[in-house]
């Protein structure tokens, strides 16, 4: 049952996500999509990981691209907050949700973290 919950909450996201693309404008989410290949490089490198709130967060001392991590998680901020007004929840609330699906989907090598805040390579 709670699987079950957890999956209609993520199909709920995707479809909020979608519906999105317009109401927060194009240039957001083509932005997010144009940082894409430069995070998943990040990502398959180790450099990067998932926090359990729906960001991204360096995974060692050296913050090669700063910019970059800060842009993105400024964008899903925006993302988060939009979705969550939707949902008369909080934008702490969606990013939760939205780490667990990201954990959920990612690929083995990359660095993630529980709900405890403990950090863990998939």
Known sequence: MKNRRLQTIIFILIIILL?????????LKEKMKARQPQIIAL???????????GYLEYRGKK???KGLLE???QDRRT?????AK???TSAENVGRRRAAQIAE???AGTWLQN????????
């Open 19 to 27: 519906t999105l693309g317009t109401s927060l404008g194009g240039s």
């Open 43 to 53: 990502k398959a490198k180790g450099t990067i990981g998932e926090n359990n709130c």
């Open 63 to 65: 913050e090669p691209t």
């Open 71 to 73: 842009e993105e998680n």
């Open 79 to 83: 993302v988060y907050t939009a979705i």
């Open 86 to 88: 939707q949902q008369n």
């Open 105 to 107: 989907r990612a690929p």
């Open 115 to 122: 709900a405890k805040g403990e950090w863990y390579r998939k």
